[in-house]
């Protein structure tokens, strides 16, 4: 596609329930990103794939929180159990490996009620 | 592990003047790269500049340049003839220069620039 996509744009949901959270890449990137911010703050890191694998997953919170991306293309980042300290808008970004520049997608408003 | 800090929370500047914003960083590192990214209220971090730290050279886009001081650890970002659409949070963000690594981006806590008609 021509940007990265991010779907939904905005989610609510009650505490207690699992979310699916998804990213359409740039096509022909290889690096996808996620990332998290809080109200007020800037993005923190979760998790970042190289192709299908999740070559650096130090940045998720906890156990609740999983993402995957079978096909080096689409990522979907997944929380259970939500709580409402998870409320935050989630940004995915991707790039060409060995580029500098990542491009980011609009964000999913997650609102845990 | 590598910090920005973004000091000012809020910056207010005159349609058409110019406007300076601070960031400063920490890194053992001596080849990284910074970058200044807008964000409006659409929510989308939208690239303003880029500067590799081993280029003495200051970047510069249109209305835009940077002061990089790389002793001081130090990446202002300059808006000339500033325009209502320039309004929005402006993050400044560290990136490690091996590609080979996690290239994973390192925000400061961002600034929110009103532009005054």
């Known amino acids: 596609g021509a940007g990265v996509s991010q779907t939904p744009s905005n989610k609510v949901t009650e505490k207690g329930k699992y979310v699916e959270l998804r990213c359409d890449p740039i096509s022909g990137h290889t690096a996808l990103y996620w990332y998290r911010q809080s109200l007020g703050q800037g993005p923190e890191f979760l998790i970042y794939?190289?192709?299908?694998?999740?070559?650096?997953d130090s940045g998720l919170p906890n156990d609740r929180f999983f993402a995957v991306r079978p096909e080096g293309s689409v990522s979907t980042l997944k929380i259970q159990r939500t709580e409402r300290g998870d409320s935050a808008v989630y940004l995915c970004a991707s790039s060409h490996r060995g580029e500098e520049t990542a491009f980011f997608g609009q964000g999913t408003r997650l609102t845990v009620v | 592990a590598q910090t920005v800090t973004q000091s000012q929370p809020e910056m207010s500047v005159q349609e058409a003047e110019t406007v300076t914003l601070s960031c400063t960083y920490d890194?053992?590192?001596?080849?990284?790269?910074l970058f200044w990214y807008k964000q409006p209220p659409s929510r989308q971090m939208i690239l303003v500049i880029r500067q590799e730290a081993y280029k003495q050279q200051n970047a510069t886009e249109n209305r835009f340049s940077v002061n990089f001081q790389k002793a001081a650890k130090s990446f202002s970002l300059k808006i000339s003839d500033s325009q209502l659409g320039d309004a929005a949070m402006y993050f400044c963000?560290?990136?490690?220069?091996?590609?080979?690594?996690?290239?994973?981006?390192?925000f400061g806590k961002g600034i929110t620039l009103s532009v005054r008609p």
């Open positions: 963000a560290y990136r490690t220069y091996h590609t080979g690594a996690n290239s994973k981006l390192t």
């Open positions: 794939f190289q192709g299908t694998g999740a070559a650096d």
């Open positions: 890194t053992s590192e001596s080849d990284y790269y």
